[in-house]
T-cell receptor, first 115, second 110 residues
Framework: GAVVSQHPSRVICKSGTSVKIECRSLDFQATTMFWYRQFPKKSLMLMATSNEGSKATYEQGVEKDKFLINHASLTLSTLTVTSAHPEDSSFYIC???????????FGPGTRLTVT | TQLLEQSPQFLSIQEGENLTVYCNSSSVFSSLQWYRQEPGEGPVLLVTVVTGGEVKKLKRLTFQFGDARKDSSLHITAAQPGDTGLYLCAKETSGSRLTFGEGTQLTVNP
């Protein structure tokens, strides 16, 4: 079946540094990918919609200059957390939409810890 | 802002008991999805309900969509420790965006 991967699965970084998280669709093409964040024991909150070949669409309250999204190909979207702070520590999950079937698949998530 | 209300938020029961989780909204859903998520993993789709009054069964899980398509429930019969996890309902909004409920953290004790 369709698989979405995320890399890295876990990352620890120091405050003030930037971290890039990758989301890949492994056996389908995705013109649209979605990025969510999830705090412990909380639900998923949509951050932004990543569109292949165009700018991402951010949800209200999400800083686009802090969470940079690039969707350079039909199988890869990246989320870069810039100048990370401890409050950015969270579980980041992507979801990819198959451009052919419109089925949607979640990635396994990336645990970010900012020290 | 969450558009979906889930209840209860936390549920701890003994193995073999039954339980029901509810998902409600003030607006009509075109469809509703239920997910289960384990710690450190992405959510896994359990079912999608589309038609008002629809009932779907997945082994010991029964999903119901309200007649008015504003609410849904998930009933688990004879819960097992392997059912432990975060259960999430979600509705699709414009542009294929998914909005999630607050989640129900279920713990089934052996």
């Amino acid at each position: 079946g369709a698989v979405v991967s995320q890399h890295p699965s876990r990352v620890i970084c120091k405050s003030g540094t930037s971290v890039k998280i990758e989301c890949r669709s492994l056996d389908f093409q995705a013109t649209t990918m979605f990025w969510y964040r999830q705090f412990p024991k909380k639900s998923l909150m949509l951050m932004a919609t990543s569109n292949e070949g165009s700018k991402a669409t951010y949800e209200q309250g999400v800083e686009k200059d802090k969470f940079l999204i690039n969707h350079a190909s039909l199988t890869l979207s990246t989320l870069t957390v810039t100048s990370a702070h401890p409050e950015d520590s969270s579980f980041y999950i992507c979801r990819a939409e198959d451009r052919g079937t419109y089925e949607q698949y979640f990635g396994p998530g990336t645990r970010l810890t900012v020290t | 802002t969450q558009l979906l209300e889930q209840s209860p938020q936390f549920l701890s029961i003994q193995e073999g008991e039954n339980l029901t989780v509810y998902c409600n909204s003030s607006s009509v859903f075109s469809s509703l999805q239920w997910y289960r998520q384990e710690p450190g993993e992405g959510p896994v789709l359990l079912v999608t309900v589309v038609t008002g009054g629809e009932v779907k069964k997945l082994k010991r899980l029964t999903f119901q969509f309200g007649d008015a398509r504003k609410d849904s429930s998930l009933h688990i019969t004879a819960a097992q420790p392997g059912d432990t996890g975060l259960y999430l309902c979600a509705k699709e909004t414009s542009g294929s965006r998914l909005t999630f409920g607050e989640g129900t953290q279920l713990t089934v004790n052996p």
